[in-house]
């Protein structure tokens, strides 16, 4: 289901009456696992993310949005390919996968920068480790002018490759075209954690600005800069933007590699208005647990009793829903699939509370399975999203089908029989006369090569199949 953008009206209130004055409120943009990614941004940002898809069709959206167990919520995945990526098929020698507000006369000016005004963003990323960035120039996060001397950044944030170790840089571009290296320090405490930017801006050519990155877990500041007079205007420039993202050269990408970055919990205030770090905002917290931990037979049900807390003030109505499964059964590791339920094939589920009055209380949601309901052991995620739609979390849950990984046709193993049987719905989805549920083994409704390969790796070791 994908709910209304009630978020946008919730953070971004506008005067009506005609000549009444204007109220602003802090804008934010989450990651909510429903609602297409780039659809999410768009309506919030008032701008489509700038993307490789046409070099790269056959990937599909190059942002997404996946499950965090570290965070307990969703979040925006930034897929980066060296090839065949580029920048938006017009420039080949660097690719470009980076979010934006405008500054065109549909953009509300609350979500960019005027000469005088002063601006706060905080958000959240993810480098994954072992990232790494360019020779060049790997942005991922530029303050531009929107028009005017528009050509380089004001301000990028940049890892940066250098062989004593890489690092991370904050750059000035002023307006004399000169490039100033403001700070840096190393890259690797950085990588495969999550971190959260503040940064505060006033625009002028003697403008101040300040930014501080802090590791998430345990709230270590691992970057700090700040001054109160730098040249952050550019001359025939009426509107400064935010952008977020990966902007990399692909100059030397023989030294690069396919790399995702996640990134949420943006925040975008001007004017007196803030961006309170995430863990000082209204929010509730979510957990779940299971009753069959040890697996259940197909046809029968599982209960999950899920449990959310409201937590800083926060009074909001939060729904419940079974957004995804973001395993294979049996994989190893996570891996992405089309229109996934949540769920099994030839299961359903319902919340005895789909939802939670406040933000404190609890529901039951219960699973049923059928004997079409293929064995294996899955990964459900259940989501909560407050009324405004800002504030989402997610819990998993393991759901253990008992019976033999790789069997459709029910005899206890699995063969060339259960190979046959499944070749033969390949390309078939619900409600085809040829789709066969106990073969469509990782949930999604479809049964594909994906299911074939998951039984062909469960057949005995040196098995050849007519």
Not at 56 to 77: K, M, N, R
Not at 125 to 151: C, R, V
Not at 414 to 437: E, H, I, M, T
Request: glycine share 10%; proline share 6%; aromatic share 8%.
């Amino acid at each position: 289901m994908v709910r209304k953008a009630l978020w946008k009206l919730a953070t971004l209130s506008l005067a009506l009456a005609a000549g009444g004055s204007v109220a602003f409120a802090q804008v934010y943009l989450t990651a909510d696992g429903e609602t297409p990614a780039y659809t999410r941004i768009k309506s919030v940002l008032y701008s489509s993310p700038e993307n490789p898809d046409c070099a790269h069709p056959i990937f599909g959206p190059h942002i997404t949005q996946v499950p965090d167990t570290e965070l307990g919520s969703y979040a925006f995945d930034f897929h980066s390919h060296v090839i065949p990526d580029n920048d938006r098929c017009s420039k080949f020698d660097r690719e470009r996968i980076e979010i934006k507000t405008e500054g065109n006369s549909s953009t509300p000016s609350y979500l960019y920068g005027s000469l005088g005004d002063t601006v706060t963003y905080r958000w959240r990323f993810k480098l994954p480790a072992g990232f790494q960035p360019s020779y060049s120039f790997t942005h991922i996060h530029q303050i531009k002018a929107y028009n005017g001397d528009d050509g380089s950044p004001i301000i990028t944030l940049t890892p940066r490759y250098v062989s004593s170790g890489n690092i991370l840089q904050l750059i000035l571009v002023d307006s004399h075209g000169e490039t100033t290296y403001l700070s840096s320090t190393p890259l690797d405490p950085f990588l495969g954690t999550w971190v959260e930017a503040s940064e505060k801006i006033t625009y002028g050519h003697t403008g101040q600005y300040s930014i501080a990155i802090n590791r998430v877990s345990d709230g270590a500041i691992l970057f700090s800069y700040s001054s109160a007079s730098l040249d952050l205007w550019r001359t025939g420039t009426t509107v400064v933007r935010p952008k977020w993202g990966v902007y990399r050269s692909l100059n030397n990408a023989q030294q690069l590699r396919d790399e995702q970055v996640l990134f949420d919990d943006f925040c975008l205030a001007k004017g007196t208005d803030d961006c309170a770090p995430v863990s000082e905002l209204p929010d509730f917290k979510m957990s779940v647990t299971a009753s069959n931990s040890g697996g259940i037979a197909p046809g029968t049900a599982a209960a999950y009793t899920v449990n959310l807390s409201a937590l800083h003030g926060f009074a909001q109505n939060v729904s419940l829903s079974l957004t995804g499964s973001n395993a294979v059964p049996g994989a190893s590791g996570p891996q992405p699939a089309a229109n996934l339920t949540g769920l099994p094939a030839a299961a359903t589920a319902e919340f005895s509370a789909p939802t939670i009055a406040g933000g404190s209380g609890s529901s039951t949601l219960t699973v049923t399975t059928t004997a079409q309901t293929p064995p294996g052991h899955y990964t459900l995620v259940l989501s909560g999203i407050s009324a405004d739609g800002v504030r989402t979390h997610i819990a998993t849950a393991p759901l253990v089908m008992l019976g033999t990984p790789g069997d459709v046709n029910g005899d206890g193993v699995a063969d060339c029989g259960d190979l046959q049987l499944a070749n033969l719905a390949v390309g078939s989805k619900v409600g085809d006369p040829r789709y066969n549920a106990r073969a469509d083994f990782n949930g999604d409704g479809f049964v594909d090569a994906t299911d074939v390969a998951f039984i062909g790796q469960r057949v005995s070791s040196g098995t050849t199949c007519p």
